[in-house]
């Protein structure tokens, strides 16, 4: 089992930035390939971004793309979103995420554990 905690949610305005955390616990943080989803009332569940525990290469959905950044920290057993130029479309809940695959999947049904999810609101 594994335990994931998201923090660093907020309010913020357009063209401001969050940096989200989210910690990990119970088996060995470093063998799970991790991920953030989002979601914003009344639409799906979204990829956001992933870092593939094996290669640590990361990947991004295209709406994200050169405005966030995804790492890890294994020894703190912890991924970060860093998420800089944040627009009003990008106000949802994000979830941490975490699959025992080698390789980011963009698939929700992929992954294996989730967090509670923590609110990012962007103003205009």
């Known amino acids: 089992q594994v335990q994931l905690v998201e923090s660093g949610g907020g309010l913020v305005q357009t063209g401001g930035s969050l940096r989200l955390s989210c910690a990990a616990s119970?088996?060995?943080?470093?063998?799970?390939?991790m991920g953030w989803f989002r979601q914003a009332p009344g639409k799906e569940r979204e990829f956001v971004a992933g870092?593939?525990?094996?290669?640590?290469?990361?990947y991004y959905a295209d709406s994200v793309k050169g405005r966030f950044t995804i790492s890890r920290d294994n020894a703190k057993n912890t991924v970060y979103l860093q998420m800089n130029s944040l627009k009003p479309e990008d106000t949802a809940v994000y979830y941490c995420?975490?699959?025992?695959?080698?390789?980011?999947?963009?698939?929700?049904?992929?992954?294996?554990?989730w967090g509670q999810g923590t609110q990012v609101t962007v103003s205009s």
């Open positions: 870092i593939s525990w094996i290669t640590t290469s990361t």
């Open positions: 119970g088996r060995t943080f470093s063998s799970y390939t």
């Open positions: 995420t975490a699959r025992s695959g080698h390789y980011v999947d963009t698939s929700r049904l992929k992954y294996d554990y």
